[in-house]
């Protein structure tokens, strides 16, 4: 495993938000952000040719602390990049701050009741480790997410972002935690991205005054990092959608 900061800010890190999951039916509780295409597009882009990407995590994923999360969090800048390539997309940003992956599992359904995505983002775990809660609980919580995804929308292709769990739980733990994402993934057919915050994690230029949550330019690492793993899927679905 590389090297990615002291136990002491990873522990930090690993705060993506401590609360648990609120209820996702309550009136306070935002919709999912959809990010349209740009005006400027080469092209305007009917509805039913557009690619749906949805991204599913915690604060992480919302963009928590950006003063304009609607810009600035990598899920928009991942619709950016796809779109400057030309790709006809519709991004929907589904982070909830504090997020953990049984929240997540109860949220799911709410989510996909509004929108059928082309692409499903799953980037959920670091509460989990954050609180040291069974790995293989939250590899059964992962796989019955992406099992609705799979029943709601069975066209839907796969991505799921990796983890990493606190030193202090041992390196016993912080092992299987780590396999969950890779095993989760492979049973799925997803495509997989080894770690979300790589080359963000324990980088204090990168991370807000908290030095949990990604600045900008630390939300543009992670942009980078999704982009890699998510544009040739999304160029996959284009050219289905295309062809049709």
Same mark, same amino acid.
């Given at each position: 495993?590389? /090297?990615?900061?002291? /136990?002491?800010?990873?522990?930090?890190?690993? =705060?993506?938000?401590?609360?648990?999951?609120?209820? /996702?039916?309550?009136? $306070?509780?935002?919709?999912?952000?959809?990010?349209?295409?740009?005006?400027?597009?080469?092209?305007?882009?009917?509805?039913?040719?557009?690619?749906?990407?949805?991204?599913?995590?915690?604060? !992480?994923?919302?963009?928590? %602390?950006?003063? $304009?999360?609607?810009?600035?969090?990598? &899920?928009?800048?991942? %619709? +950016?990049?796809?779109?400057?390539?030309?790709?006809?997309? *519709?991004?929907? $940003?589904? %982070?909830?701050?504090?997020?953990?992956?049984?929240?997540?599992?109860? @949220?799911?359904?709410?989510?996909?009741?509004?929108?059928?995505? +082309?692409?499903?983002?799953?980037? !959920?775990?670091?509460?989990? %480790?954050?609180?040291?809660? +069974?790995?293989?609980?939250?590899?059964?919580? !992962? @796989?019955?997410? =992406?099992?609705?995804?799979?029943?709601?929308?069975?066209?839907?292709?796969?991505?799921?972002?990796?983890?990493?769990?606190? /030193?202090?739980?041992?390196?016993?733990?912080?092992? *299987?935690?780590?396999?969950?994402?890779?095993?989760?993934?492979?049973?799925? +057919?997803?495509? =997989?991205?080894?770690?979300?915050?790589?080359?963000?994690?324990?980088?204090?230029?990168? $991370?807000?005054?908290?030095?949990?949550? &990604?600045?900008?330019?630390?939300?543009?690492?992670?942009? @980078?990092?999704?982009?890699?793993?998510?544009?040739?899927?999304? @160029?996959?679905?284009?050219?289905?959608?295309?062809?049709?």
């Amino acid at each position: 495993m590389r /090297p990615v900061a002291s /136990p002491a800010l990873l522990a930090l890190l690993m =705060l993506a938000g401590c609360s648990d999951s609120p209820d /996702p039916t309550a009136s $306070n509780t935002p919709a999912p952000v959809s990010v349209a295409p740009e005006a400027a597009a080469t092209r305007p882009v009917a509805q039913s040719d557009s690619v749906v990407v949805v991204f599913f995590g915690d604060s !992480l994923t919302a963009g928590y %602390g950006l003063a $304009n999360p609607g810009r600035d969090a990598y &899920p928009v800048l991942v %619709g +950016d990049t796809l779109r400057a390539q030309g790709l006809p997309v *519709r991004v929907v $940003n589904a %982070g909830n701050s504090g997020e953990t992956s049984a929240g997540g599992l109860r @949220r799911v359904d709410w989510v996909l009741s509004r929108t059928t995505p +082309d692409v499903f983002v799953l980037a !959920l775990g670091a509460n989990d %480790g954050l609180r040291g809660q +069974d790995a293989d609980a939250m590899a059964s919580n !992962l @796989r019955a997410i =992406l099992g609705k995804v799979r029943e709601a929308a069975p066209q839907a292709r796969l991505v799921v972002a990796g983890m990493e769990a606190l /030193p202090n739980y041992g390196a016993d733990y912080a092992e *299987r935690f780590r396999a969950v994402f890779p095993t989760v993934a492979s049973e799925y +057919d997803a495509e =997989l991205i080894p770690f979300l915050l790589d080359g963000v994690a324990g980088v204090a230029a990168l $991370n807000q005054g908290d030095q949990v949550h &990604p600045t900008p330019a630390g939300q543009k690492i992670l942009a @980078r990092t999704v982009a890699g793993v998510v544009t040739p899927v999304v @160029r996959e679905v284009a050219a289905e959608k295309a062809s049709a």
